[in-house]
């Protein structure tokens, strides 16, 4: 006589792979929506603590996102080499430290400066000064474009011009023109244990006019500086950059400036020397401001039209999937923090991103991905009742094959997502570096970072719906199907039985 399958309350919970399972229980629901909860309104307010006028942020919220241009107001400018010159890499690095330098004199430092060199361009985004009301953008693009005037003078003494700025009054020593190269470099420390960088300088020994040379001027302000408290101070344009002092008589044309520096730094300065004697000019290649006015109303639009959106489609889903439909709305909540959550910089191991227009475009795609996940396993559960299974079993079912169709259609977006951060992102990002090796290795870098936006919040809004959309739900659900006021098949589209 074979033995029945259950006895009772006495059934064992499934035996997989060498491991118990757990069955959902009742209290499962209750802990994934407290998550939620906590979780959405940590990523939406943030954490952070007040103390007098000193604010610590522990976790970022959605008034830290950092807005693009296409939103907050900006410009974003593309420039080469004028005439048909080719720029090596050094080369561009220089300029590119110019325009950094510049943009900071300006009081701009909320920028993005990076340089390609396989199209022979330097692509530098910037929003609009904080506050700011007769800000020229033009003017602004006008002066970063201009090759920068470096000097070594004596002492690190200024005055005021005319105009009312800030101009160095040492005596000149050099300027860009009597400079051959600089480079990073390191040096052995006096113990020989370590070595320290060091930004290696190299003058030129010739002047094509007849006069002193950039050796023979260096050597002459060396020899009188040399053992004083005088330093020579390296100006580009109006901005000190460096104020070595003279240890010695520097007579042989080579001079190592020492200091503690780190690998990054040493680089920062040599390019920043280097850019004085660049021998190109910056024409601007393509230029497009947008005004705060605008981008500020298209958000609001976006926003408006995303959130009655939602509302629609909770009404939607509720209707038509009934208690399924509830879970769903619950997870596309989930979702949708998970998403901003990404754009702020919320999880620790990865950096947070700006967000702009295309962006908040790939967290509404994402949602609607979310949603059709929802929508095929709602008609699984209903399909699965229709045949006549119990309860517990459509549901098990209907998870168990919509997961695939699921998985295939999220895949494709990760793919497309990757691709687009891999193609638009700037050169030193994960994927761009990645693809570049691979795929795009023939290309150069683009200016729309906007796009790159849109494949970040994609592949977040992807990754958060299958922990949300698909996991979570499928935990609530079971768990709700425990409760005796929950059986009833109805709420879950099928027929009464």
């Known amino acids: ?76 400018v593309t420039f080469g080499p004028a005439g048909d010159y080719d720029a090596d890499q050094a080369q561009l690095d220089s300029a590119t430290e110019v325009i950094k330098t510049r943009l900071s004199s300006l009081g701009i430092t909320d920028n993005e400066v990076y340089s390609d060199i396989k199209s022979d361009r330097i692509i530098v985004r910037f929003p609009w000064k904080v506050g700011e009301t007769n800000f020229d953008p033009e003017a602004a693009v006008k002066e970063l474009g201009e090759m920068a005037e470096l000097t070594f003078r004596k002492g690190t003494d200024t005055t005021t011009d005319e ?72 100006w580009m344009d109006n901005t000190m950059i460096s104020a070595p002092t003279v240890k010695s008589t520097i007579t042989d044309g080579s001079a190592q400036i020492t200091g503690n520096f780190t690998a990054e730094t ?38 408006l039209a995303a959130l009655i959106a939602f509302c629609c489609i909770a009404v939607y889903m509720i209707i038509l999937y009934r208690l399924p439909g509830v879970v769903a709305v619950i997870a596309l909540c989930g979702q949708v923090a998970g998403s901003l959550a990404a754009v702020t910089g919320w999880f620790g191991f990865m950096k947070g991103s700006t967000l ?33 299974k119990s309860l517990d079993a459509a549901i098990k079912i209907a998870y168990k094959k919509a997961f695939s169709a699921i998985l295939d259609g999220n895949i494709t977006n990760v793919i497309i997502a990757v691709i687009l951060m891999g193609a638009f992102g700037v050169p030193d990002s994960f994927f761009s570096k990645i693809l570049n090796k691979t795929i795009f290795f023939a290309f ?24 949300f959309g698909v996991f979570a739900s499928r935990l609530m659900v079971t ?19």
Do not use: H
């Not at 209290?27 to 407290?34: C, L, P």
């Not at 420390?189 to 320290?196: C, F, L, Q, V, Y």
């Not at 000019?281 to 976006?302: H, N, Q, V, Y």
């Not at 790939?362 to 006549?388: F, H, S």
């Open 1 to 76: 006589m074979p033995f029945p399958k259950s006895f009772g309350k006495a059934e064992k919970a499934p035996y997989l792979g060498g491991m118990t399972v757990k069955k959902t229980g009742k209290k499962t629901f209750f802990i994934v929506v407290a998550f939620i909860a906590l979780f959405a309104v940590s990523s939406i307010l943030g954490i952070d603590k007040l103390f007098g006028d000193n604010r610590t942020t522990y976790v970022k919220g959605v008034d830290d996102i950092r807005l693009g241009i296409d939103i907050k107001g900006g410009v974003d």
């Open 163 to 234: 105009d009312g700025n800030t101009v160095p009054s040492g005596e000149l020593v050099i300027n860009g023109d009597d400079i051959e190269s600089a480079q990073m470099g390191y040096l052995p420390t006096d113990d020989g244990k370590s070595a320290e960088y060091v930004v290696s300088l190299k003058l030129k020994k010739t002047s094509e006019n007849g006069e002193q040379s950039g050796s023979e001027k260096f050597a002459a302000a060396t020899a009188e500086l040399s053992g004083s408290d005088t330093p020579i101070s390296i």
């Open 356 to 388: 702009t227009i295309p962006g908040i475009a790939g967290i509404i795609l994402a949602v609607g991905m979310g949603v059709d996940a929802n929508i095929i396993t709602g008609e699984r559960i209903k399909e699965e009742l229709r045949t006549g």
């Open 444 to 467: 150069g870098a683009t200016a729309e970072g906007v796009v790159y936006s849109f494949g970040f919040t994609l592949l977040a809004g992807v990754i958060c719906n299958f922990i």
């Open 479 to 497: 768990s709700l199907s425990k409760f005796k006021c929950f059986k009833n098949r109805k709420l879950y589209g099928g027929d009464v039985k």
């Open 266 to 303: 040493a680089a920062k300065l040599a390019n920043q020397i280097n850019s004085g004697a660049l021998p190109f000019k910056m024409e601007t290649k393509s230029f497009r401001t947008i005004s705060p006015t605008m981008g500020e109303g298209s958000l609001d639009a976006i926003l």
